[in-house]
């Protein structure tokens, strides 16, 4: 198996100001809840420092499997 570096881009449009936005994803166990990749998958974090400015990394894949790695800037 071959991997290749890529970026995804997503957007969401929230019913909600940015700054409560904000100040939900700035609590780890609240992107935990947000980002529980399921059953048979496993997530933790390398990192976690989400402010402005800062970088969050987690690995996340199948339990024992393949392990990818997401950056939130």
Do not use: H
Not at 11 to 21: G, I
Not at 48 to 56: K, L
């Amino acid at each position: 198996m071959s991997i290749i570096g890529g970026t995804v881009d997503l957007t969401k449009d929230l019913d909600r100001p940015a700054d409560a936005v904000f100040a939900a994803w700035s609590r780890e166990e609240a992107q935990r809840a947000w980002s529980d990749p399921g059953e048979g998958w496993e997530l933790s974090f390398d990192q976690f420092q989400f402010a402005v400015g800062e970088t969050d990394v987690c690995r996340f894949g199948s339990a024992g499997g393949q392990q990818y790695i997401n950056e939130n800037r």
